[in-house]
């Protein structure tokens, strides 16, 4: 109730008249405010509402359970996971897995293999595909956040979401993706079908890199503000919104080889349209998640 | 080629006098015939055969099997079209139907038949023509379907062939056309008898057109003289004839003698069904009339008649009537009855006849005229010119003629003769006879045209004249000298009227007239020239009569009936004797002979005379005066007669076959120069062209022949069936009358039955009767049982109701039994009452006496105690004030107690009150507490998470680490030299210690321990080579002293916690043992200053000091065992890290239990 005193009247009208986002900075805010933070609301919010940039990393950090919600525990919670940070990072040199040439993306990856406990025996065996994603991921993830001991954390946790918590998801989201195709353009799907494209559809590209390499960071960390919260099921709408928005190039190629190379590397400069309009189409088939409280 | 050698050879077999060679070769050829299926062995019969015509092979291909018939009728097909071997063809073709072979249905849609037809459109060779149309017409009754397609062509060509007849194209011999005419007039038969409409139609049609005009009365017309109306022209239509379904049930002789039955024409009309009647009363009509419709053969069965009566009727001419009735038993009837009608019935008939004699008598005079002797040469001239038919005109065609005529030509030389002779006698009789005359012809045509019959016949009447056999023939050969005479004498005139009167000699008919003529003469006792005149005089007759048109007469008896007529008168006179034994000597013998058996008796010698007298004949005729000549070929003709097994009919077949062979053979052995001087004797037609034509004639007689043959064969079949039916009837009679004998036993049966039926219901009445009698007496014995019954019965219901009445009697009496007994209880009830009260009130009465008695006592007493209380009554208000007062004092002392309890109540309650508040006071600081250590807990979880984390990758870290010792540790040991081992490995050590070092920079102290163990542990469980390498001695000494260290280093805050309580130094005397048994310890005394200790203290402090004091022992244990369980997560389990896999599960347990226990414990304290 006290947020709400301290909330502008007005706000209600702002989003009734289209100005979206104007509020949304306070209600973080407020939201940030509490001690102990209520995740649920952070995660409603970040799925409702895309995320003020200065607070992305903070709010990502709390979902990712980096941080903990409390507020006075963080400097601590966070100097400990600096300590880690650095410790690993000290080993990985001892052992002579990394060097100061090292790029930070790999040092990323190897310190995540150590703490996982997959470090190869040489840093010179092949990179498996899970690592190939880690890095997409990571060198996504080292444009949105600046700290590296953030970036670390954040990748990390990402990551580990990814394979945790949407490990039973992410397998079902092509066939999602087909059905959202076909309520929304059958016809491209049919011509997909024909072309028997839709099994080469870049579904690694899309589903388990997040559309890291795909879309420009600036875009794809508004996606991701949905994945960090907990939905990956924008993954289907952002890769629909694709193809509905390439579907003029789409229907004009035949040859599914081209499909998939094409998709693989779409043009940049309509991504902002893009995911702005998946995230409609999202909230559209999905329905906007509301705070259950 | 070797086969087709084989084949030749065999063929040259077949006709080997040997006969058993002959059947061997004819069964093999059958038998490849049955094994081989393809043309190629047909077609080489069928060429043989035309080359050289052998019986053989034409048994062989007449006798073809299905798969065959159809390369027999390719290939018969393909001669018809050659002009040169049509003939022959034409004649195979009809040798091989007329056996009437399986696949005759097959002709029909043969190409065979078109062509035929064609043939016989196109071709103008009148042999040729006459042979195929007897072939059509032996044909068309057995593919009587295909007139449907045809039709119009066996239309065109009877039209064309018919037109033939009279207008003659060509060069063509007038002795042809007689033949031609012949089988004209049986195609008209045959096409009339099948296609009546269309045929009509087809006349109609045809011969209304002005060209053909001519034709139709000289030729069409007298034919359709010989026919009745056809019963289909008024019931059928032209589509019903052709209708296939009519043609289904007849068979082929069926046909035939449908066709037969339509004919007026006694040669061609059958007599069955009761067409008999008819023909004969037609037949008989003409003869009245004068013949002047019928032709002469009409009356076969008259002139039987006739000829058995005419003996009387000879002698007295006018009561022939009677005469003729006994002798023939079917004739004469009708005959009776006939002839007094037919003068009447037929006098338009008559009329016609007498309108035709002006034109015969042109004939007759010349015939007249002549000499007996002397005929010939006149007469045919005479009849050239009366007649006025051109063709008639070139002497040797109606030579010819008279040979066809045979029929014709006979009754007139006999008849003739005497009727010249005769004219002077009144002429009635002679009309009759006349007609036998005619009759008889019909007779002696008949066989003549049957071949065989008139072969049989010949035998069975020569027989009885056997005697004069040498004499016939001699008769004959007199005959024919003096012909020949009489030729010579005309010759110059007339050359080839010679040929003629032998020609007539040669036909079988003609011989049986010349027969009939001799023994006729003998008798008579005529002269041989006579005799010899008899012959040429028929012969001219007919000329005369016939002309060229008709060789069976049908034309004839318009004109024979004048001639006749003419003639009778004159001859009945003089010649009736040898008309007599004539007519005698044919008639009886033939009837039988011809219908029945005939056959059996003299066949031999029928033949030999046959031979005897037709060979000398044909040797007369082609070569005059060679007699050795003729001896020669008799016996040649009686070898051939001789075969046993052969039938009459193959006999005559062969007879005429090879007559005219052996005719050839005379005439190539004939030196031409003699011949050319015989022919130029004779009148000097060029050899060869009469030899042709006399071969050609025989050809077509023996295609007539064979086509009658035909015909009688129908008939034949005809007759087994009738036969069949007859015998059949018969049976069917048998058998009725059989039926009818059991019907009547039945009937006798029937009787008896029904006398034993009435006796039995007679009998039953009479049981009827008893049988009422007795019931109606048992009815009266039942009525009167009835009756007593009845009466018993109403005494019984009267004896009831008396019963009833008496139990209701005795019910009523108990009723009052009961009640006066009730009476009497009560009564003594009452009694006794009464008794009870009366002794109560007498007790009352005294009580009331002894109260009365009290009363009186009491009352002096209460007077007594009166007196005394009014004496007492002034001492009781003093005592009563007093005990007023002492109440009001115990009252107000009350009052003042309960004052003070009230008060007291206020302070109590509002101390309730008070307390109340604090205890709600409490359970919200309770709640408020439990909120904030939840929000502690949390806090710490994930500090503790953080940490965990944290723990963890240092765990990897030392893994990674340890990984990479173990691999640094292979490769030095894979390196050689021990020293250069020992060396590294110590350097290694040092390294290894140093870096620990260097980590602890960063790392907390546990850390560095826990490395400093896990080198030590190093150094202890690596048992072989690090022992051996480094020595128990300063390298143990350095691991123990490393974990003492280590148990130090981890235990610095030990002291506090020994200090905190009593249980720590507990926990210490633990720790003192090997550190790593008792990790716990290690971890918890340090915690108890953590500052989670410190805020549970103050966060209790501030809440509440009071209980605080009083809990503080367990608070501080609770902070403990936070501690332990922080403290063993974060820092406690390092000792045990080498281990491996116990550093996982106590965390999350520990957090577990720390949960549970803190919240059970706040609880505990609170309540």
Same mark, same amino acid.
């Given at each position: 109730?006290?947020?709400?005193?301290?909330?502008?009247?007005?706000?209600?009208?702002?989003?009734?008249?289209?100005?979206?986002?104007?509020?949304?900075?306070?209600?973080?805010?407020?939201?940030?405010?509490?001690?102990?933070?209520?995740?649920?609301?952070?995660?409603?919010?970040?799925?409702?509402?895309?995320?003020?940039?200065?607070?992305?990393?903070?709010?990502?950090?709390?979902?990712?359970?980096?941080?903990?919600? *409390?507020?006075? %525990? *963080?400097?601590?919670?966070?100097?400990?996971?600096?300590?880690?940070?650095?410790?690993?990072?000290?080993?990985?040199?001892?052992?002579?897995?990394?060097?100061?040439?090292?790029?930070?993306?790999?040092?990323?990856?190897?310190?995540?293999?150590?703490?996982?406990?997959?470090?190869?025996?040489?840093?010179?065996?092949?990179?498996?595909?899970?690592?190939?994603?880690?890095?997409?991921?990571?060198?996504?993830?080292?444009?949105?956040?600046?700290?590296?001991?953030?970036?670390?954390?954040?990748?990390?946790?990402?990551?580990?979401?990814?394979?945790?918590?949407?490990?039973?998801?992410?397998?079902?989201?092509?066939?999602?993706?087909?059905?959202?195709?076909?309520?929304?353009?059958?016809?491209?799907?049919?011509?997909?079908?024909?072309?028997?494209?839709?099994?080469?559809?870049?579904y690694d590209l899309w589903f388990k890199r997040c559309f890291a390499g795909c879309l420009p960071e600036s875009s794809l960390q508004r996606v991701w503000d949905k994945v960090v919260s907990g939905s990956c099921k924008i993954l289907v709408f952002v890769a629909v919104e694709i193809l509905l928005t390439f579907k003029l190039k789409?229907?004009?190629?035949?040859?599914?080889?081209?499909?998939?190379?094409?998709?693989?590397?779409?043009?940049?400069?309509? %991504?902002?349209?893009?995911? %702005?309009?998946?995230?409609?189409?999202? *909230?559209?088939?999905?329905?906007?998640?509301? *705070?259950?409280? | 080629?070797?086969?087709?050698?084989?084949?030749?050879?065999?063929?040259?077999?077949?006709?080997?006098?040997?006969?058993?060679?002959?059947?061997?070769?004819?069964?093999?050829?059958?038998?490849?015939?049955?094994?081989?299926?393809?043309?190629?062995?047909?077609?080489?019969?069928?060429?043989?055969?035309?080359?050289?015509?052998?019986?053989?092979?034409?048994?062989?291909?007449?006798?073809?099997?299905?798969?065959?018939?159809?390369?027999?009728?390719?290939?018969?097909?393909?001669?018809?079209?050659?002009?040169?071997?049509?003939?022959?063809?034409?004649?195979?073709?009809?040798?091989?139907?007329?056996?009437?072979?399986?696949?005759?249905?097959?002709?029909?849609?043969?190409?065979?038949?078109?062509?035929?037809?064609?043939?016989?459109?196109?071709?103008?060779?009148?042999?040729?023509?006459?042979?195929?149309?007897?072939?059509?017409?032996?044909?068309?009754?057995?593919?009587?379907?295909?007139?449907?397609?045809?039709?119009?062509?066996?239309?065109?060509?009877?039209?064309?062939?018919?037109?033939?007849?009279?207008?003659?194209?060509?060069?063509?011999?007038?002795?042809?056309?007689?033949?031609?005419?012949?089988?004209?007039?049986?195609?008209?038969?045959?096409?009339?008898?099948?296609?009546?409409?269309?045929?009509?139609?087809?006349?109609?049609?045809?011969?209304?057109?002005?060209?053909?005009?001519?034709?139709?009365?000289?030729?069409?017309?007298?034919?359709m003289e010989h026919v009745r109306i056809h019963p289909e022209l008024v019931t059928g239509s032209k589509d019903h004839e052709l209708d296939p379904r009519r043609w289904k049930k007849l068979e082929t002789h069926d046909v035939v003698i449908e066709c037969a039955k339509i004919s007026l024409d006694p040669t061609e009309a059958s007599?069955?069904?009761?067409?008999?009647?008819?023909?004969?009363?037609?037949?008989?009509?003409?003869?009245?009339?004068?013949?002047?419709?019928?032709?002469?053969?009409?009356?076969? @069965?008259?002139?039987?008649?006739?000829?058995?009566?005419?003996?009387?009727?000879?002698?007295?001419?006018?009561?022939?009537?009677?005469?003729?009735?006994?002798?023939?038993?079917?004739?004469?009837?009708?005959?009776?009855?006939?002839?007094?009608?037919?003068?009447?019935?037929?006098?338009?008939?008559?009329?016609?006849?007498?309108?035709?004699?002006?034109?015969?008598?042109?004939?007759?005079?010349?015939?007249?005229?002549?000499?007996?002797?002397?005929?010939?040469?006149?007469?045919?001239?005479? =009849?050239?010119?009366?007649?006025?038919?051109?063709?008639?005109?070139?002497?040797?065609?109606?030579?010819?003629?008279?040979?066809?005529?045979?029929?014709?030509?006979?009754?007139?030389?006999?008849?003739?003769?005497?009727?010249?002779?005769?004219?002077?006698?009144?002429?009635?009789?002679?009309?009759?006879?006349?007609?036998?005359?005619?009759?008889?012809?019909?007779?002696?045509?008949?066989?003549?045209?049957?071949?065989?019959?008139?072969?049989?016949?010949?035998?069975?009447?020569?027989?009885?004249?056997?005697?004069?056999?040498?004499?016939?023939?001699?008769?004959?050969?007199?005959?024919?000298?003096?012909?020949?005479?009489?030729?010579?004498?005309?010759?110059?005139?007339?050359?080839?009227?010679?040929?003629?009167?032998?020609?007539?000699?040669?036909?079988?008919?003609?011989?049986?007239?010349?027969?009939?003529?001799?023994?006729?003469?003998?008798?008579?006792?005529?002269?041989?020239?006579?005799?010899?005149?008899?012959?040429?005089?028929?012969?001219?007759?007919?000329?005369?009569?016939?002309?060229?048109?008709?060789?069976?007469?049908?034309?004839?008896?318009?004109?024979?009936?004048?001639?006749?007529?003419?003639?009778?008168?004159?001859?009945?006179?003089?010649?009736?004797?040898?008309?007599?034994?004539?007519?005698?000597?044919?008639?009886?013998?033939?009837?039988?002979?011809?219908?029945?058996?005939?056959?059996?008796?003299?066949?031999?010698?029928?033949?030999?005379?046959?031979?005897?007298?037709?060979?000398?004949?044909?040797?007369?005729?082609?070569?005059?005066?060679?007699?050795?000549?003729?001896?020669?070929?008799?016996?040649?003709?009686?070898?051939?007669?001789?075969?046993?097994?052969?039938?009459?009919?193959?006999?005559?077949?062969?007879?005429?076959?090879?007559?005219?062979?052996?005719?050839?053979?005379?005439?190539?052995?004939?030196?031409?120069?003699?011949?050319?001087?015989?022919?130029?004797?004779?009148?000097?037609?060029?050899?060869?062209?009469?030899?042709?034509?006399?071969?050609?004639?025989?050809?077509?007689?023996?295609?007539?022949?064979?086509?009658?043959?035909?015909?009688?064969?129908?008939?034949?079949?005809?007759?087994?069936?009738?036969?069949?039916?007859?015998?059949?009837?018969?049976?069917?009679?048998?058998?009725?009358?059989?039926?009818?004998?059991?019907?009547?036993?039945?009937?006798?049966?029937?009787?008896?039955?029904?006398?034993?039926?009435?006796?039995?219901?007679?009998?039953?009445?009479?049981?009827?009767?008893?049988?009422?009698?007795?019931?109606?007496?048992?009815?009266?014995?039942?009525?009167?049982?009835?009756?007593?019954?009845?009466?018993?019965?109403?005494?019984?219901?009267?004896?009831?109701?008396?019963?009833?009445?008496?139990?209701?009697?005795?019910?009523?009496?108990?009723?009052?039994? =009961?009640?006066?007994?009730?009476?009497?209880?009560?009564?003594?009830?009452?009694?006794?009452?009464?008794?009870?009260?009366?002794?109560?009130?007498?007790?009352?009465?005294?009580?009331?006496?002894?109260?009365?008695? @009290?009363?009186?006592?009491?009352?002096?007493?209460?007077?007594?105690?009166?007196?005394?209380?009014?004496?007492?009554?002034?001492?009781?208000?003093?005592?009563?004030?007093?005990?007023?007062?002492?109440?009001?004092?115990?009252?107000?002392?009350?009052?003042?107690?309960?004052?003070?309890?009230?008060?007291?109540?206020?302070?109590?309650?509002?101390?309730?009150?008070?307390?109340?508040?604090?205890?709600?006071?409490?359970?919200?600081?309770?709640?408020? @507490?439990?909120?904030?250590?939840?929000?502690?807990?949390?806090?710490?979880?994930?500090?503790?998470?953080?940490?965990?984390?944290?723990?963890?990758?240092?765990?990897?870290?030392?893994?990674?680490?340890?990984?990479?010792?173990?691999?640094?540790?292979?490769?030095?040991?894979?390196?050689?030299?021990?020293?250069?081992?020992?060396?590294?490995?110590?350097?290694?050590?040092?390294?290894?210690?140093?870096?620990?070092?260097?980590?602890?920079?960063?790392?907390?102290?546990?850390?560095?321990?826990?490395?400093?163990?896990?080198?030590?542990?190093?150094?202890?469980?690596?048992?072989?080579?690090?022992?051996?390498?480094?020595?128990?001695?300063?390298?143990g000494g350095g691991g123990s002293s490393s974990s003492s260290s280590s148990s130090q280093l981890s235990t610095p805050e030990k002291p506090p916690t020994q200090r905190a309580g009593p249980f720590s130094s507990r926990w210490e005397t633990a720790t003192g043992e090997p550190s790593t048994s008792i990790p716990t310890t290690v971890?918890?005394?340090?915690?108890?200053?953590?500052?989670?200790?410190?805020?549970?203290?103050?966060?209790?402090?501030?809440?509440?000091?009071?209980?605080?004091?009083?809990?503080?022992?367990?608070?501080?244990?609770?902070?403990?065992?936070?501690?332990?369980?922080?403290?063993?997560?974060?820092?406690?389990?390092?000792?045990?890290?080498?281990?491996?896999?116990?550093?996982?599960?106590?965390?999350?347990?520990?957090?577990?239990?720390?949960?549970?226990?803190?919240?059970?414990?706040?609880?505990?304290?609170?309540?």
């Amino acid at each position: 109730m006290t947020e709400d005193s301290q909330r502008n009247f007005r706000s209600v009208y702002y989003e009734k008249v289209g100005f979206r986002g104007v509020e949304e900075k306070k209600s973080l805010e407020i939201l940030l405010k509490d001690d102990r933070l209520d995740i649920e609301k952070l995660c409603t919010f970040s799925q409702r509402f895309p995320l003020p940039s200065m607070y992305r990393a903070l709010v990502w950090k709390v979902l990712l359970g980096i941080l903990p919600p *409390h507020h006075e %525990s *963080h400097t601590q919670v966070m100097m400990y996971r600096k300590g880690q940070y650095s410790d690993v990072l000290h080993a990985l040199k001892v052992v002579r897995f990394v060097s100061d040439a090292t790029p930070q993306v790999e040092v990323y990856l190897r310190m995540y293999q150590l703490e996982s406990g997959k470090l190869p025996r040489s840093p010179s065996f092949p990179l498996k595909p899970e690592d190939e994603v880690f890095l997409a991921i990571a060198k996504a993830m080292e444009e949105m956040v600046e700290d590296s001991v953030d970036c670390y954390w954040i990748t990390r946790c990402f990551v580990n979401q990814l394979n945790n918590k949407y490990r039973d998801s992410l397998p079902q989201l092509p066939k999602a993706f087909e059905q959202y195709l076909n309520l929304e353009d059958s016809r491209l799907l049919s011509h997909l079908k024909m072309c028997s494209a839709m099994s080469r559809l870049p579904y690694d590209l899309w589903f388990k890199r997040c559309f890291a390499g795909c879309l420009p960071e600036s875009s794809l960390q508004r996606v991701w503000d949905k994945v960090v919260s907990g939905s990956c099921k924008i993954l289907v709408f952002v890769a629909v919104e694709i193809l509905l928005t390439f579907k003029l190039k789409v229907m004009a190629l035949n040859n599914s080889e081209k499909i998939t190379k094409f998709l693989e590397n779409i043009p940049q400069d309509s %991504s902002d349209a893009i995911v %702005s309009k998946a995230i409609d189409l999202w *909230h559209k088939h999905c329905g906007t998640p509301v *705070h259950s409280a | 080629m070797a086969q087709q050698a084989n084949l030749g050879e065999l063929l040259s077999m077949l006709d080997s006098p040997v006969l058993s060679v002959r059947d061997d070769v004819t069964a093999v050829f059958k038998e490849n015939l049955n094994a081989d299926r393809g043309p190629m062995l047909v077609n080489t019969l069928v060429d043989y055969y035309l080359e050289t015509s052998s019986q053989q092979v034409l048994h062989i291909l007449t006798t073809l099997q299905e798969p065959h018939d159809k390369h027999l009728l390719d290939k018969m097909n393909e001669y018809v079209g050659k002009a040169t071997s049509r003939l022959s063809t034409l004649s195979l073709l009809g040798h091989a139907i007329r056996l009437q072979p399986p696949w005759k249905h097959k002709l029909s849609q043969a190409p065979l038949l078109p062509s035929l037809l064609k043939c016989l459109k196109v071709d103008t060779d009148v042999i040729v023509l006459t042979t195929g149309v007897l072939v059509l017409i032996t044909m068309l009754p057995m593919i009587p379907q295909a007139g449907k397609q045809h039709l119009h062509d066996f239309f065109d060509i009877f039209g064309r062939l018919s037109s033939w007849c009279l207008k003659k194209p060509g060069h063509v011999a007038e002795i042809y056309l007689v033949h031609l005419h012949a089988s004209v007039y049986a195609l008209f038969h045959r096409l009339y008898g099948m296609y009546p409409c269309n045929f009509v139609s087809f006349l109609r049609s045809h011969y209304t057109m002005k060209e053909n005009l001519e034709t139709f009365e000289e030729v069409v017309k007298p034919m359709m003289e010989h026919v009745r109306i056809h019963p289909e022209l008024v019931t059928g239509s032209k589509d019903h004839e052709l209708d296939p379904r009519r043609w289904k049930k007849l068979e082929t002789h069926d046909v035939v003698i449908e066709c037969a039955k339509i004919s007026l024409d006694p040669t061609e009309a059958s007599y069955e069904d009761g067409y008999s009647v008819s023909h004969q009363n037609s037949a008989r009509l003409p003869p009245r009339s004068a013949d002047v419709t019928a032709s002469p053969y009409v009356d076969t @069965q008259n002139s039987f008649g006739s000829v058995t009566s005419t003996p009387p009727s000879v002698s007295r001419p006018m009561s022939s009537t009677p005469g003729q009735l006994p002798p023939p038993l079917s004739s004469p009837a009708p005959r009776l009855s006939a002839e007094a009608p037919q003068a009447t019935l037929w006098s338009p008939s008559l009329v016609c006849g007498m309108a035709t004699p002006p034109t015969s008598p042109g004939n007759v005079p010349p015939d007249c005229s002549q000499p007996y002797s002397k005929a010939f040469g006149a007469p045919a001239g005479g =009849k050239g010119t009366p007649s006025g038919t051109p063709a008639t005109s070139p002497p040797p065609a109606p030579l010819c003629h008279s040979d066809d005529c045979v029929h014709a030509p006979l009754p007139p030389p006999t008849a003739a003769p005497p009727r010249k002779e005769e004219r002077t006698d009144p002429a009635r009789p002679c009309l009759h006879r006349q007609h036998h005359l005619p009759n008889d012809r019909g007779l002696e045509e008949l066989p003549g045209s049957k071949g065989a019959v008139t072969l049989s016949d010949l035998p069975g009447f020569l027989g009885g004249l056997a005697s004069d056999e040498d004499s016939i023939e001699k008769d004959n050969e007199e005959a024919a000298i003096y012909k020949e005479l009489s030729e010579i004498t005309t010759a110059d005139t007339e050359p080839l009227a010679e040929p003629l009167v032998p020609r007539g000699g040669f036909d079988s008919p003609f011989y049986q007239d010349s027969l009939l003529g001799c023994p006729r003469k003998t008798p008579s006792a005529t002269t041989s020239a006579q005799g010899a005149s008899v012959h040429p005089e028929p012969l001219n007759a007919s000329l005369d009569k016939l002309g060229p048109d008709t060789p069976k007469q049908a034309f004839t008896p318009i004109e024979l009936p004048g001639g006749g007529r003419d003639q009778s008168p004159a001859g009945s006179g003089e010649h009736q004797t040898p008309l007599e034994t004539r007519i005698l000597t044919p008639s009886p013998f033939r009837v039988p002979s011809q219908r029945g058996a005939g056959f059996g008796s003299g066949q031999p010698p029928p033949y030999d005379h046959l031979f005897e007298v037709a060979l000398p004949k044909t040797a007369h005729h082609f070569v005059s005066k060679k007699t050795k000549e003729l001896v020669k070929k008799m016996p040649g003709n009686a070898e051939e007669a001789c075969a046993p097994s052969a039938s009459p009919l193959e006999v005559l077949d062969r007879l005429i076959q090879q007559g005219a062979d052996a005719h050839g053979k005379e005439l190539s052995r004939l030196s031409l120069p003699s011949k050319s001087v015989d022919w130029t004797h004779f009148g000097g037609s060029p050899p060869s062209d009469e030899i042709r034509t006399l071969r050609n004639q025989l050809l077509l007689l023996h295609n007539q022949l064979l086509y009658e043959r035909f015909k009688r064969q129908q008939h034949a079949v005809r007759n087994r069936r009738l036969l069949r039916r007859v015998i059949r009837a018969a049976a069917l009679e048998e058998h009725n009358a059989a039926m009818k004998d059991q019907l009547k036993l039945q009937e006798k049966d029937i009787q008896i039955w029904k006398v034993s039926l009435q006796k039995e219901q007679a009998r039953y009445s009479q049981l009827q009767e008893q049988r009422d009698t007795v019931v109606a007496q048992l009815h009266s014995q039942i009525r009167q049982l009835q009756h007593d019954r009845e009466e018993f019965y109403n005494q019984s219901q009267e004896l009831q109701t008396k019963l009833e009445d008496c139990r209701n009697m005795v019910a009523e009496l108990r009723l009052e039994l =009961k009640k006066a007994n009730s009476k009497v209880c009560h009564t003594e009830l009452l009694l006794s009452q009464v008794s009870q009260k009366l002794s109560n009130s007498e007790s009352v009465q005294q009580q009331m006496e002894f109260l009365n008695r @009290q009363l009186l006592v009491l009352g002096e007493v209460n007077e007594l105690y009166l007196e005394q209380l009014q004496n007492k009554h002034s001492d009781t208000t003093k005592e009563v004030e007093v005990m007023k007062a002492a109440y009001r004092k115990e009252l107000e002392k009350h009052r003042s107690h309960a004052l003070q309890q009230s008060q007291r109540l206020d302070t109590s309650q509002r101390r309730v009150l008070e307390l109340e508040a604090q205890l709600a006071k409490k359970d919200h600081l309770l709640v408020e @507490q439990k909120k904030y250590l939840e929000d502690v807990k949390l806090q710490a979880r994930g500090q503790l998470q953080a940490a965990e984390s944290r723990y963890e990758a240092q765990k990897r870290i030392t893994q990674v680490f340890e990984l990479k010792v173990l691999d640094l540790y292979g490769r030095l040991e894979k390196d050689g030299l021990l020293k250069k081992l020992e060396v590294e490995k110590t350097e290694a050590a040092e390294a290894a210690e140093e870096r620990p070092d260097c980590c602890n920079d960063s790392c907390s102290d546990p850390v560095r321990g826990h490395s400093d163990t896990v080198s030590g542990h190093n150094g202890e469980t690596r048992p072989p080579r690090p022992g051996s390498t480094r020595g128990g001695g300063g390298r143990g000494g350095g691991g123990s002293s490393s974990s003492s260290s280590s148990s130090q280093l981890s235990t610095p805050e030990k002291p506090p916690t020994q200090r905190a309580g009593p249980f720590s130094s507990r926990w210490e005397t633990a720790t003192g043992e090997p550190s790593t048994s008792i990790p716990t310890t290690v971890g918890s005394l340090p915690s108890s200053k953590s500052f989670l200790g410190m805020k549970a203290r103050e966060l209790f402090r501030n809440k509440s000091e009071s209980q605080c004091d009083e809990d503080g022992v367990t608070i501080s244990s609770l902070s403990e065992t936070l501690k332990t369980g922080v403290d063993m997560g974060m820092e406690a389990k390092t000792p045990l890290s080498p281990d491996g896999p116990r550093p996982a599960p106590p965390s999350p347990d520990s957090v577990g239990q720390l949960h549970i226990m803190d919240y059970n414990e706040a609880h505990q304290e609170h309540s």
